[in-house]
Protein backbone atom coordinates (compact mmCIF):
# COMPACT_ATOMS: atom_id res chain seq x y z
CA UNK A 1 0.00 0.00 0.00
CA UNK A 2 1.09 3.77 -0.75
CA UNK A 3 0.18 6.78 0.28
CA UNK A 4 0.65 10.23 -0.82
CA UNK A 5 0.33 13.26 -0.06
CA UNK A 6 0.31 16.46 -1.60
CA UNK A 7 1.15 20.11 -0.93
CA UNK A 8 2.43 23.57 -2.63
CA UNK A 9 -0.81 24.53 -4.46
CA UNK A 10 -2.52 27.96 -3.78
CA UNK A 11 -3.52 31.16 -5.81
CA UNK A 12 -0.57 32.77 -8.03
CA UNK A 13 -1.01 35.21 -10.73
CA UNK A 14 0.23 34.77 -14.21
CA UNK A 15 3.95 34.30 -15.31
CA UNK A 16 3.98 33.16 -11.54
CA UNK A 17 5.59 30.20 -10.34
CA UNK A 18 4.57 26.99 -7.82
CA UNK A 19 6.82 24.11 -7.02
CA UNK A 20 4.20 21.18 -5.86
CA UNK A 21 5.48 18.40 -3.61
CA UNK A 22 4.06 14.86 -3.25
CA UNK A 23 5.17 12.78 -0.28
CA UNK A 24 5.12 9.17 -0.55
CA UNK A 25 4.78 6.46 2.09
CA UNK A 26 5.86 3.07 1.87
CA UNK A 27 9.31 1.34 1.22
CA UNK A 28 8.41 0.69 -2.19
CA UNK A 29 8.46 4.50 -3.33
CA UNK A 30 12.01 4.25 -5.34
CA UNK A 31 10.61 1.69 -7.15
CA UNK A 32 7.81 3.12 -8.68
CA UNK A 33 7.35 5.77 -11.84
CA UNK A 34 5.73 8.58 -10.71
CA UNK A 35 2.98 10.93 -12.29
CA UNK A 36 1.22 14.31 -12.20
CA UNK A 37 -2.28 15.11 -13.45
CA UNK A 38 -4.53 17.58 -13.32
CA UNK A 39 -8.87 18.18 -13.78
CA UNK A 40 -10.33 21.66 -14.41
CA UNK A 41 -13.78 22.00 -13.59
CA UNK A 42 -15.75 19.85 -16.27
CA UNK A 43 -13.29 18.55 -17.74
CA UNK A 44 -11.36 15.08 -17.66
CA UNK A 45 -8.18 14.29 -15.95
CA UNK A 46 -4.91 14.61 -18.16
CA UNK A 47 -1.52 13.86 -17.71
CA UNK A 48 0.95 16.67 -17.20
CA UNK A 49 3.89 14.75 -16.30
CA UNK A 50 6.03 11.60 -15.46
CA UNK A 51 9.33 10.64 -14.04
CA UNK A 52 10.85 7.38 -13.80
CA UNK A 53 11.83 5.36 -10.90
CA UNK A 54 15.15 6.07 -11.05
CA UNK A 55 14.70 9.86 -11.94
CA UNK A 56 16.52 8.98 -15.32
CA UNK A 57 13.86 9.95 -17.78
CA UNK A 58 10.84 11.85 -17.22
CA UNK A 59 8.10 12.97 -19.85
CA UNK A 60 5.60 16.30 -20.47
CA UNK A 61 2.61 16.82 -21.79
CA UNK A 62 2.97 19.56 -24.43
CA UNK A 63 0.72 22.18 -22.96
CA UNK A 64 3.74 22.36 -20.18
CA UNK A 65 6.54 21.40 -21.84
CA UNK A 66 9.47 23.82 -21.16
CA UNK A 67 7.75 25.42 -18.71
CA UNK A 68 7.13 22.24 -15.62
CA UNK A 69 9.70 20.35 -14.55
CA UNK A 70 9.06 17.31 -12.84
CA UNK A 71 11.39 15.50 -10.09
CA UNK A 72 11.99 13.55 -7.24
CA UNK A 73 14.16 12.61 -4.47
CA UNK A 74 14.17 8.46 -3.41
CA UNK A 75 15.80 9.71 0.02
CA UNK A 76 12.92 11.82 0.96
CA UNK A 77 10.30 9.71 -0.77
CA UNK A 78 8.90 12.98 -2.67
CA UNK A 79 8.28 14.10 -6.25
CA UNK A 80 8.28 17.70 -7.16
CA UNK A 81 6.67 19.35 -10.03
CA UNK A 82 8.09 22.69 -10.18
CA UNK A 83 5.34 25.39 -12.39
CA UNK A 84 7.00 28.35 -14.27
CA UNK A 85 5.07 31.09 -16.27
CA UNK A 86 2.12 29.99 -15.22
CA UNK A 87 -1.23 30.85 -17.15
CA UNK A 88 -4.89 31.21 -16.14
CA UNK A 89 -5.51 27.96 -18.47
CA UNK A 90 -3.03 25.73 -15.81
CA UNK A 91 -6.14 26.30 -13.17
CA UNK A 92 -6.97 22.86 -12.19
CA UNK A 93 -6.30 20.63 -9.07
CA UNK A 94 -3.13 18.35 -9.60
CA UNK A 95 -2.89 15.06 -8.57
CA UNK A 96 0.28 13.13 -7.86
CA UNK A 97 0.07 9.01 -9.05
CA UNK A 98 2.05 6.24 -8.78
CA UNK A 99 2.69 3.04 -10.52
CA UNK A 100 5.05 0.52 -12.35
CA UNK A 101 5.60 2.65 -15.55
CA UNK A 102 5.97 6.28 -16.37
CA UNK A 103 3.07 6.45 -18.98
CA UNK A 104 0.23 9.37 -19.82
CA UNK A 105 -2.44 6.89 -18.86
CA UNK A 106 -4.32 7.44 -15.46
CA UNK A 107 -5.42 3.52 -15.91
CA UNK A 108 -1.45 2.71 -15.08
CA UNK A 109 -1.08 4.15 -11.74
CA UNK A 110 -2.75 2.37 -9.11
CA UNK A 111 -2.46 4.80 -6.12
CA UNK A 112 -3.09 8.66 -6.11
CA UNK A 113 -2.99 11.42 -3.64
CA UNK A 114 -5.96 13.61 -2.57
CA UNK A 115 -5.20 16.57 -5.11
CA UNK A 116 -3.99 20.41 -4.61
CA UNK A 117 -5.78 23.26 -5.86
CA UNK A 118 -3.57 25.16 -8.49
CA UNK A 119 -5.50 28.74 -9.21
CA UNK A 120 -4.18 31.07 -11.87
CA UNK A 121 -5.29 34.75 -11.94
CA UNK A 122 -5.17 36.64 -14.99
Known amino acids: QVQLVESGGGLVQAGGSLRLSCAASGRTFSSRAMGWFRQAPGKERDFVAA????????SYADSVKGRFTISRDNAKNTVYLQMNSLKPEDTAVYYC???????????????WGQGTQVTVSS
Open 51 to 58: ITWSGGST
Open 97 to 111: ATGYLATTRSADYAY
